[in-house]
């Protein structure tokens, strides 16, 4: 059973920095990409930044490019999400995700659809 938990979220004056992690258990972690996505209130559920299986390629949302990195430790089973330079508009539930199927050593998948598992979501708030 592949389990994925989402940590560091919480409440941040606009400008300010978090960094979000994401312990994935029940599976090969090095094997496969990862991705982040967030949910505002109201509104669907969008790619915000994905990882190869290495760390070796990225993918991230035009709104989050230059402001959000995504990293991952294969050692630790853990992924990364830095987010510096927030806005309010950064507000929502960040969760990480984790496709069904391995891919190539390129493989960022940026939709929705490509992802079979999902954590329970950290809350970011940040203040005006």
């Known amino acids: 059973q592949v389990q994925l938990v989402e940590s560091g979220g919480g409440l941040v004056q606009a400008g300010g920095s978090l960094r979000l992690s994401c312990a994935v258990s029940?599976?090969?972690?090095?094997?496969?990409?990862l991705g982040w996505f967030r949910q505002a209130p109201g509104k669907e559920r969008e790619f915000v930044a994905s990882?190869?299986?290495?760390?070796?390629?990225?993918a991230y949302a035009e709104s989050v490019k230059g402001r959000f990195t995504i990293s991952r430790d294969n050692a630790k089973n853990t992924a990364y999400l830095q987010m510096n330079g927030l806005k309010p508009e950064d507000t929502a539930v960040y969760y990480c995700?984790?496709?069904?199927?391995?891919?190539?050593?390129?493989?960022?998948?940026?939709?929705?659809?490509?992802?079979?598992?999902w954590g329970q979501g950290t809350q970011v708030t940040v203040s005006s």
């Open positions: 990882t190869s299986r290495d760390g070796s390629y990225t």
């Open positions: 029940g599976r090969t972690f090095s094997t496969y990409a």
């Open positions: 995700a984790a496709p069904g199927s391995s891919g190539g050593r390129s493989y960022t998948p940026m939709n929705f659809a490509s992802y079979n598992y």
